[in-house]
């Protein structure tokens, strides 16, 4: 499975817990907040100033090693 930044955060927590460590260690620590489960992941990290495009390849890379 494949991830992109226009996914919000409640849906990449539905397809894995595991994202929560992602999120968090990339600064998003409100990944609890009920108004961040309804925003998009690229939405997300403007809000904390963060780049999207490598948060994305660090969960794709999580959920593609969930596969092997």
């Not at 108004?35 to 794709?60: F, T």
Request: glycine share 8%; aromatic share 2%.
């Amino acid at each position: 499975m494949q991830i992109d930044k226009s996914m919000t955060i409640g849906d990449l927590i539905s397809i894995n817990q595991g994202i929560i460590v992602i999120l968090m260690n990339n600064g998003m620590h409100c990944v609890g907040c009920p108004s961040s489960i309804g925003e998009s992941l690229e939405e997300a990290c403007m809000v904390h100033g963060l780049e999207c495009d490598p948060i994305v390849n660090e969960i794709n890379e999580f959920l593609a090693d969930l596969e092997k």
